[in-house]
């Protein structure tokens, strides 16, 4: 049986430190620029350290907006497995161990040992396409929120009495770009779909879910992409829901203390929001969503809370879909009241 070697790696986005845990101790390594070189270097210093050559790396790191993703395609082209673990989970694993120092040495050092002796599951790599269109997702949000930002402050700047010609003639310059900017992301977006049947499939099934349509079935999709690559394909419906922070947050505390459960917010906010307007959209429909939130409702449950049950029951019957690669059906689905909230 071979032994693993973990290499915990804190990724900014010039550099990286890494650290190697063996045994009871950790080592650091370096501090490497987040290249090529870096990487290649890196890889000398782990050979150098392994003590059998059927010794398995394992590169344990957390993600940091995309700054590691070179790291983490270098690392599927050598052959080591990666592990993605919760931050909440690695902060959690720190304070048992009574760490208080935070450092990127220590951070990476911290990462090796959690890897060492938590074992996490290493994360299949997402497929090119899924890769590409996740990144054409992320750029199409920047955009939008560039957007926003520009357009309120034309209105701000339109509302004053003896506004600057040449500073909205800017705004409205930087907004037609962003406009053509957008448009050319959302060509690529659907001549990618257009040129992969089994997206456009998946696309399609998706869609006939309640609460899923034309502007949160691509971020869904990706989602359950990034799911099944994370748990191997093992992950259950339950630890998706706490993966995009869905799940229930009880507050009790011995017989005097308690408080409304609430959801964690532990996962993906921007993956929250798509689910949660796409619940306030689907239950205005004649479907199995709105009988579902108006039964929450007429048992007396807030409607906030009714509508962040629908998000939670969006997501449980897209992820059915999408793992059973079938159409929805409401009659293989059940639609009892969730404990979600």
Same mark, same amino acid.
Not at 99 to 117: H, I, N, P, V, W
Not at 249 to 261: E, L
């Given at each position: 049986?071979?032994?693993?070697?973990?290499?915990?790696?804190?990724?900014?986005?010039?550099?990286?430190?890494?650290?190697?845990?063996?045994?009871?101790?950790?080592?650091?390594?370096?501090?490497?620029?987040?290249?090529?070189? +870096?990487?290649?270097?890196?890889?000398?210093? @782990?050979?150098?350290?392994?003590?059998?050559?059927?010794?398995?790396?394992?590169?344990?790191?957390?993600?940091?907006?995309?700054?590691?993703?070179?790291?983490?395609?270098?690392?599927?082209?050598?052959?080591?497995?990666?592990?993605?673990? *919760?931050?909440?989970?690695?902060?959690?694993?720190?304070?048992?161990?009574?760490?208080?120092? =935070?450092?990127?040495?220590?951070?990476?050092?911290?990462?090796?040992?959690?890897?060492?002796?938590?074992?996490?599951? #290493?994360?299949?790599?997402?497929?090119?396409?899924?890769? &590409?269109?996740? &990144?054409?997702?992320?750029?199409?949000?920047?955009?939008?929120?560039?957007?926003?930002?520009?357009? *309120?402050?034309?209105?701000? $700047?339109?509302?004053?009495?003896?506004?600057?010609?040449?500073?909205?003639?800017?705004?409205?310059?930087?907004?037609?770009?962003?406009?053509? &900017?957008?448009?050319?992301?959302?060509?690529?977006?659907?001549?990618?779909?257009?040129?992969?049947?089994?997206?456009?499939?998946?696309?399609?099934?998706?869609?006939?879910? #309640? +609460?899923?349509?034309?502007?949160?079935?691509?971020?869904?999709?990706?989602?359950?992409?990034?799911?099944?690559?994370?748990?191997?394909?093992?992950?259950?419906?339950?630890?998706? @829901?706490?993966?995009?922070?869905?799940?229930?947050?009880?507050?009790?505390?011995?017989?005097?203390?308690? =408080?409304?459960?609430?959801?964690?917010?532990?996962?993906?906010?921007? @993956?929250?929001?798509?689910?949660?307007?796409?619940?306030?959209? +689907?239950?205005?429909?004649?479907?199995?969503?709105?009988?579902?939130?108006?039964?929450?409702?007429?048992?007396?449950?807030? =409607?906030?809370?009714?509508?962040?049950?629908?998000?939670?029951?969006?997501?449980?019957?897209?992820?059915?879909?999408?793992?059973?690669?079938?159409?929805?059906?409401?009659?293989? $689905?059940?639609? &009892?009241?969730?404990?979600?909230?």
């Amino acid at each position: 049986m071979s032994t693993k070697l973990y290499i915990g790696a804190d990724v900014a986005q010039a550099k990286f430190d890494a650290a190697v845990w063996q045994g009871s101790a950790g080592t650091a390594l370096n501090t490497f620029s987040n290249t090529t070189a +870096g990487f290649e270097q890196l890889a000398e210093r @782990v050979l150098a350290l392994l003590p059998t050559a059927d010794t398995q790396v394992v590169l344990v790191l957390e993600p940091t907006g995309g700054y590691e993703l070179g790291l983490v395609a270098f690392a599927y082209a050598h052959g080591w497995p990666v592990c993605l673990p *919760n931050p909440k989970q690695v902060r959690d694993f720190a304070k048992s161990r009574g760490r208080r120092a =935070k450092t990127d040495a220590q951070d990476a050092l911290l990462l090796a040992q959690f890897g060492a002796e938590q074992q996490p599951e #290493p994360q299949q790599e997402l497929p090119a396409h899924i890769q &590409e269109l996740a &990144e054409l997702l992320h750029r199409r949000e920047d955009l939008q929120q560039l957007k926003r930002s520009e357009s *309120n402050r034309l209105i701000g $700047f339109q509302q004053r009495p003896r506004p600057a010609q040449a500073v909205i003639q800017s705004l409205e310059r930087t907004i037609a770009a962003l406009d053509a &900017e957008l448009a050319a992301i959302e060509q690529a977006i659907d001549d990618l779909i257009k040129r992969d049947p089994d997206l456009k499939r998946e696309v399609k099934r998706l869609r006939s879910v #309640p +609460g899923v349509g034309e502007k949160n079935v691509l971020p869904i999709l990706v989602l359950f992409y990034r799911w099944r690559a994370r748990t191997a394909g093992r992950g259950t419906p339950k630890g998706l @829901v706490a993966f995009v922070g869905l799940d229930p947050q009880p507050y009790d505390s011995g017989r005097s203390v308690h =408080k409304r459960a609430t959801i964690s917010k532990m996962g993906d906010r921007s @993956v929250r929001h798509y689910l949660y307007m796409g619940a306030l959209g +689907g239950v205005r429909g004649k479907n199995a969503l709105r009988s579902f939130y108006h039964r929450l409702v007429s048992r007396g449950k807030a =409607k906030r809370l009714a509508l962040v049950a629908a998000a939670h029951k969006i997501l449980i019957w897209a992820w059915a879909v999408f793992s059973q690669d079938v159409d929805f059906d409401p009659s293989r $689905f059940p639609q &009892e009241a969730t404990a979600a909230i």
